[in-house]
């Protein structure tokens, strides 16, 4: 079977309650969870969480489209609800037959786990009524509730709605591997010098994991510096020179005497070509920038323009 899951919300300007706790987060939380038991239960997965979006509506239409252009079985949206801090339990809605009968096992599922049964319920929600597969939206828990986020385990329900949605099977989703402090360390420089996994990615999560998603980062801005992509101790190292160089030292680049990596962070940061040399199209580049920025247009990259371009 192949299953459409949407973690709500992230992606801003769309964003989701705060309460004890963040929706954005839990939603990630547990729709990671539930992409890799599906997945290890043999079952095809379509992530449908947009990375961007310009609106709320463009969010939601986004959604929407990567489910229907991929054919999914059924659309799962995971959300969380908060209301007025007093105000617990569970509940999932549906917009046809076809998903009212799996509502049903999805909250039963949950309602094992302790959470106060609010039903299932039919609505009209955008993702529900533009998709064109069976399609439920479940709402956990509440993130502003004590209890719930007392009770709330990202394992455990991600658990439920796996065996809510798939008629009792279960997977155990493997221990996430240990926290690296030094990958912390890169996903935040990465992050910093605003070099993502794509051009139009968002911000890594600094989670210490080596993932897809900061080995693609890692990899872009060796490309930009023009170091070797090879795993070895002499590219990492020159990578990391480079990137102190920026952060760290302010090194400073002047007109027809800057060079190197740092030259083309700046190329690759002002859109221009990128040869390693501070050229004339360089130096338009950086006048232009700092009069934007409103510093003094000298052309001189120092610790005033970095400061701009690398908080």
């Not at 993130?143 to 394992?155: C, E, I, L, T």
């Amino acid at each position: 079977m192949k299953y459409g899951i949407d973690m709500g919300h992230n992606a801003a300007p769309d964003t989701g309650a705060v309460g004890i706790k963040k929706e954005d987060d839990l939603t990630i939380a547990v729709g990671t969870r539930v992409i890799s038991q599906l997945q290890a239960l043999g079952h095809q997965v379509v992530n449908c969480t947009p990375k961007s979006a310009s609106s709320v509506m463009d969010s939601l239409s986004k959604r929407c489209s990567t489910a229907n252009a991929n054919n999914v079985d059924l659309f799962v949206s995971i959300h969380f609800n908060s209301y007025n801090g007093r105000t617990s339990g569970s509940e999932v809605w549906y917009a046809s037959n076809s998903g009212k009968k799996f509502a049903q096992p999805v909250l039963t599922e949950i309602l094992k786990l302790g959470y106060v049964n609010r039903g299932i319920k039919e609505g009209n929600f955008y993702v529900l009524a533009h998709t064109d597969m069976p399609s439920i939206l479940v709402e956990c828990c509440f993130v502003d509730s004590a209890d719930d986020m007392k009770r709330f385990d990202p394992d455990q329900m991600a658990r439920a709605i796996v065996a809510g949605v798939t008629g009792g099977q279960t997977a155990t989703t493997p221990p996430p591997a240990p926290s690296d402090p030094e990958i912390v360390k890169l996903q935040q420089a990465l992050n910093r010098l605003q070099v993502y996994a794509t051009p139009t990615g968002q911000p890594l999560a600094a989670d210490g994991k080596l993932g897809p998603q900061t080995n693609q980062a890692k990899q872009r801005l060796k490309t930009i510096f023009a170091i070797s992509p090879a795993e070895t101790e002499a590219s990492n190292r020159a990578m990391w020179e480079a990137i102190t160089s920026i952060t760290v030292d302010r090194v400073v680049l002047r007109p027809n005497h800057g060079y190197g990596p740092a030259v083309r962070y700046l190329q690759f940061r002002l859109s221009v070509p990128p040869t390693g040399l501070y050229s004339d199209a360089t130096v338009s580049a950086v006048l232009a920038y700092q009069k934007a920025q409103g510093l003094a247009a000298d052309g001189v990259v120092g610790p005033a323009t970095w400061g701009k371009l690398v908080p």
